[in-house]
């Protein structure tokens, strides 16, 4: 596959740049609210605005506006995105907090002091449903705007 049809692919820019806003959005309101500026923010998961969101509406609305929203593959793009919002702020969002609690057992049992190399679980995994519509909303825009190029 030639490089130059890959990327004059439209919904495939539109995914790939709503993705890269919204990561480095995150990074931005990190440094904003917590003072420090962290790198991995640009690949982290979690926060405000949801990438995965923002990456599946950006390739949706891609997709409407190149192939219409009565096409087959605009419906397949729409409940991609479903799909990956649902999980983002439903199974994602839990296995967050079981891995919050399960580290706060690992802190307060004396199995810490026996364990010479102590993995903690990472806890920011999927999002608040303001996270993904903002990151769904952020999605749609950046879309909308580069195909309307």
């Given at each position: 596959m ?18 890269a ?26 926060g ?8 599946a ?5 891609g ?5 219409g929203l009565?096409s087959?593959t605009?419906a ?14 439903s ?22 002091d ?9 806890e920011?995994?999927?999002h608040?449903?303001v ?10 825009l950046?879309?909308?705007?580069l195909?309307?190029?």
């Amino acid at each position: 596959m030639p490089l130059p049809e890959l990327l004059s692919n439209r919904p495939l820019a539109c995914a790939i740049s709503a993705w890269a806003i919204a990561q480095t959005l995150k990074m931005l309101l990190f440094l904003v609210l917590e003072k420090q500026f962290d790198w991995r923010r640009l690949i982290d998961t979690g926060g405000l605005p949801s990438a995965h969101s923002a990456f599946a509406s950006g390739l949706a609305t891609g997709v409407a506006w190149s192939d219409g929203l009565k096409s087959s593959t605009f419906a397949v793009a729409a409940v991609f995105a479903s799909v990956v919002m649902y999980d983002a702020v439903s199974i994602r969002r839990e296995a967050g907090k079981h891995a919050d609690v399960l580290n706060e057992l690992l802190l307060l049992t004396f199995i810490r002091d026996s364990v010479k190399e102590r993995t903690m679980l990472k806890e920011l995994l999927g999002h608040t449903p303001v996270e993904v519509m903002a990151g769904a909303a952020l999605g749609i825009l950046v879309g909308s705007a580069l195909s309307s190029l």
